[in-house]
């Protein structure tokens, strides 16, 4: 099992984070972050690669800074 309690600063988090990294980043569930991108929350930071979800380091960086200015 990922060790889930590990810190990861912005700078070390990769340009295509998967749904787990997003997750830990955010501090908020996988399912949260999976759901949130089917339902458009995280777009445009979620991107679908094939069966797989990822989700764009600067785009995901916008929308947070977004929604901490509203």
């Not at 990922?2 to 070390?12: G, H, L, V």
């Not at 339902?39 to 930071?45: D, F, I, R, V, W």
């Amino acid at each position: 099992m990922p060790d889930t309690t590990a810190t990861t600063t912005w700078e070390e988090m990769p340009e295509l984070m998967t749904i787990a990294e997003a997750a830990r980043y955010m501090r908020t569930s996988r399912n949260w972050c999976y759901e949130a991108a089917r339902s458009g929350e995280l777009k445009p930071a979620a991107t679908k690669l094939g069966r797989s979800i990822r989700i764009r380091k600067d785009a995901l960086r916008r929308l947070l800074e977004k929604d901490v200015a509203s």
